[in-house]
């Protein structure tokens, strides 16, 4: 592992920042993407004159570097950053609370465009991946397949030119906010359950698909349930041949997968709480009083430490050329348990003030943000990999022990 920027990444260093800087615009500084309600997602079809402005200048000043999509190839549109470079561009990104573009549609349906999509899939869908002017939603988990995904039950039936879609998927992640859905469908459910799927592409306008809210109990909408009733997609919107879908969607660019995002988070965390307690909160904070509370905190501060070396082991890895694997598990576990236990102390740290939800309210603490992220941070273990997944793969993989 190596901390210090060679003189070349240091100079990549300074270009993230002067470009923040100079074109973050100030609708996002200090936190422009809460996930899905308030950041750019939501802006770009904003009734607000200035949240559109706002959403769709700061898409263009990406795009104008290549920075929608770091790690595509240059020759599709995105900037074709070194894993280091990556990390440094996320790294800045992420201290400066910069919001991401393009969500699912940058991070997964373009590279699997690009590996196997026709000329004409992709000079149809990348365009609008880069330009911010189309959203994606990703329809992978239905009510019962989801850490077993490939258990799915939505059939596509092939009528002619076309495939009859019914089914339901979950957790459909920004799905009210997406213009077109990528989704694996069983086209053959006679065939080995791998083997018989098929990666679909459809508008959001399709007759027949419908998206409904899942209102999670901190009372965000992020996620949705969606619906498919006989809706029509032609063949050619499938991606890759009929019944491999399965390999088409597990495809992905080498990117990097350090989660230093997650690492500068935690981070920013731990600074609020200290200075939120000795600053304006020091009559609400209990670090004075209960020693517990004060262990939890320096605890967590050293976890916080440990995750953002996590980050430069696996940067460290890629940028020689190797693939990270039980070791990105380990940092996904790692920074999923820690979301919770900083925001269990965060609440901890403030007593009864804690209590309160409101950010807006003369009592909150902290602008309740440990309040609200220790209710966001339940699903922190489920999301992208259960923590169970990943401690079986650092077992398997990562210590060599037998499958149970």
């Known amino acids: 592992m190596d901390w210090n920027d060679t003189p070349e990444q240091a100079a990549f260093r300074t270009t993230v920042l002067t470009f923040i800087k ?26 607000d004159p200035d949240a559109r402005k706002a959403a769709q200048d700061w898409v263009q000043a990406l795009a104008s570097n290549g920075w929608v999509a770091p790690h595509w190839p240059k020759e599709y549109g995105g900037a074709g950053l070194s ?29 699997t465009l690009i590996v196997h999509g026709t000329e004409e899939q992709k000079a149809q869908h990348l ?16 009510p019962g397949s989801g850490s077993d995904l490939a258990s799915l ?13 019914n089914g339901q998927k979950i957790w459909t992640s920004g799905g009210h906010l997406a213009d077109w859905f990528f989704a694996l469908a069983r086209t053959d459910p006679d065939a080995p359950k791998h083997r018989g799927i098929s ?39 499938r991606v890759g041949d009929e019944n491999r879908g399965w390999y088409v969607g597990m495809t992905l660019l080498d990117y990097e997968r350090s989660n230093i995002t997650g690492a500068v988070s935690a ?38 430490e440990v995750m953002y070396n996590f980050s430069f082991r696996i940067i ?8 990270p694997n039980y070791e990105a598990s380990t940092s996904k576990l790692f920074n999923s348990e820690l979301v919770q236990r900083l ?28 309040t609200q992220r220790y209710v966001f941070s339940v699903s922190a273990t489920i999301a992208a990999g259960t923590s169970e997944i990943q401690r079986n793969i650092i077992a398997t993989r990562g210590l060599g022990l037998p499958r149970g």
């Open 22 to 47: 100079d074109k973050l615009p100030k609708r996002y500084a200090g936190g422009g993407d809460d996930g899905f309600e308030g950041g750019w997602a939501t802006d770009r079809r904003s009734d």
């Open 83 to 111: 894993p280091m470079e990556q990390f440094i561009y996320k790294m800045e990104m992420a201290k400066a609370s910069a919001p991401d573009v393009g969500g699912s549609g940058v991070a997964m349906l373009g590279p």
């Open 127 to 142: 365009s609008g991946i880069l330009s911010g002017d189309v959203v994606w939603a990703q329809g992978y988990s239905e």
């Open 153 to 165: 039950q939505t059939r596509a039936v092939r009528d002619g030119d076309e495939y009859v879609i």
């Open 199 to 237: 990666f679909l592409l459809m508008d959001g306008k399709t007759p027949g698909l419908s998206v409904r809210p899942l209102i999670n109990m901190g009372w965000a909408h992020g996620f949705n349930e969606t619906f498919f009733e006989d809706v029509r997609v032609p063949v050619s919107n």
């Open 267 to 304: 981070r920013r965390d731990i600074e609020k709480l200290l200075d939120y307690a000795k600053g304006e909160g020091k009559d609400r904070s209990r670090l004075g009083e209960f020693n517990s509370i004060r262990l939890d905190v320096a605890d967590r501060f050293i976890e916080t």
């Open 316 to 323: 460290s890895m890629q940028d020689r050329g190797l693939i």
């Open 343 to 370: 925001s269990n102390t965060g609440i901890k740290a403030f007593g009864l003030y804690s209590g309160v939800w409101d950010a807006k309210s003369k009592y909150s603490a902290v602008d309740a943000a440990f």
